[in-house]
């Protein structure tokens, strides 16, 4: 059996959807997590022992994705663990959607603010269905 590696070796929030995640392996790989930086929030795919995956910002008309922990952006923005997706779709089995994390990590990736940013990235990865609300928030 091989050992898992690391890849580092909106709706509006329903507040009983979203929960701020901790680093004491309450949460579960596979989870979308959401970093408010308050107009907008960046998303992320929560790998385990605090990495995410996410579409990263974009420099110019194309984008990586990449890999970081959680904490390394502690303090400059709240963090969630984000379910509202869950109330609408079906989420991939967990080993599927690491999978596709992992597959996608270190790639550039065409980036549009509203036909494919972070949160379709994190929902496509997680759903297989690329959705996102920033660009229609009041």
Same mark, same amino acid.
């Given at each position: 059996m091989q050992k898992k590696r690391s890849p580092l070796q909106k709706l509006k929030k329903p507040k009983q959807s979203c929960e701020e995640p901790t680093m004491h392996g309450e949460n579960i790989p596979g989870e979308l997590l959401e970093f408010d930086f308050g107009p907008l929030s960046h998303w992320g795919v929560y790998l385990g022992n605090g990495e995410v995956v996410h +579409?990263?910002?974009?420099?110019?008309?194309?984008?990586?994705?990449?890999? +970081?922990?959680?904490?390394s952006?502690?303090?400059?923005?709240?963090?969630?663990?984000?379910?509202s997706y869950d109330l609408m779709l079906d989420a991939l089995p967990q080993d599927e /959607?690491?999978?596709?994390?992992? /597959?996608?990590?270190?790639?550039t990736l065409p980036y549009h603010i509203l036909k494919f940013n972070c949160e379709h990235f994190a929902t496509f990865v997680r759903y297989g269905k690329a959705r996102s609300q920033q660009g229609k928030r009041d």
């Open positions: +579409f990263s910002w974009p420099g110019k008309a194309s984008t990586s994705t990449l890999a +970081f922990k959680v904490s952006v502690v303090g400059f923005s709240k963090v969630y663990t984000n379910r /959607i690491l999978y596709r994390c992992l /597959i996608f990590v270190d790639r």
